[in-house]
T-cell receptor, first 113, second 113 residues
Framework: KAGVTQTPRYLIKTRGQQVTLSCSPISGHRSVSWYQQTPGQGLQFLFE???????NKGNFPGRFSGRQFSNSRSEMNVSTLELGDSALYLCASAGGGPNSPLHFGNGTRLTVT | DQQVKQNSPSLSVQEGRISILNCDYTNSMFDYFLWYKKYPAEGPTFLISISSIKDKNEDGRFTVFLNKSAKHLSLHIVPSQPGDSAVYFCAASGSGGSYIPTFGRGTSLIVHP
């Protein structure tokens, strides 16, 4: 089975711009979550989508949004980028029961200048 | 407020010895705990988990211990190998019925040959 695929791997943007990140989950997985990782902050939960609906949301401002398509692929959008948005953005998919482990992609490294 | 804490940012161990990574949590509603391992430039991968109804779970060289009264869990790696050098994240879920895991900030393990 192919793993979780995230594109692009690296991205450099300027303050004020917007960015869209993409994630293809493992085939058959309907849950897709997004996390932000910054140095020393661990993994901060952004949101989770299941069957095209946002099911859970973390404590991030409205500039961070996402969506999921009928094929379970997901996109994450960040508008009006700030320097503090520079981070590794990780997508994870899950199948099975509520405590099924997350399967992470290799992430998109976003740098905002 | 951090609900899952990994108080040691780093740990250095000699090959063949035991590595013990610690994790504390504050939310007594957590009932499922997981450990993930992350290599540079890769996403985290699931390592081992434990339910709150158990106090120990073992998988090969990896054993997780849970002390509910102390709200503490630990990951033991025996014997440690240089390939175990990675960042280890502790995660907990179950608070408020949510299975979205809350992650700690990670502990960087270095195993010296």
């Amino acid at each position: 089975k192919a793993g979780v695929t995230q594109t692009p791997r690296y991205l450099i943007k300027t303050r004020g711009q917007q960015v869209t990140l993409s994630c293809s989950p493992i085939s058959g997985h309907r849950s897709v979550s997004w996390y932000q990782q910054t140095p020393g902050q661990g993994l901060q939960f952004l949101f989770e989508y299941f069957s095209e609906t946002q099911r859970n949301k973390g404590n991030f401002p409205g500039r961070f949004s996402g969506r999921q398509f009928s094929n379970s692929r997901s996109e994450m959008n960040v508008s009006t980028l700030e320097l503090g948005d520079s981070a590794l953005y990780l997508c994870a998919s899950a199948g099975g029961g509520p405590n099924s482990p997350l399967h992470f992609g290799n992430g998109t490294r976003l740098t905002v200048t | 407020d951090q609900q899952v804490k990994q108080n040691s940012p780093s740990l250095s161990v000699q090959e063949g010895r035991i590595s013990i990574l610690n994790c504390d949590y504050t939310n007594s509603m957590f009932d499922y705990f997981l450990w993930y391992k992350k290599y540079p430039a890769e996403g985290p991968t699931f390592l081992i988990s434990i339910s709150s109804i158990k106090d120990k779970n073992e998988d090969g060289r990896f054993t997780v211990f849970l002390n509910k009264s102390a709200k503490h869990l630990s990951l033991h790696i025996v014997p440690s190998q240089p390939g175990d050098s990675a960042v280890y994240f502790c995660a907990a879920s179950g608070s408020g019925g949510s299975y979205i895991p809350t992650f700690g900030r990670g502990t960087s393990l270095i195993v010296h040959p």
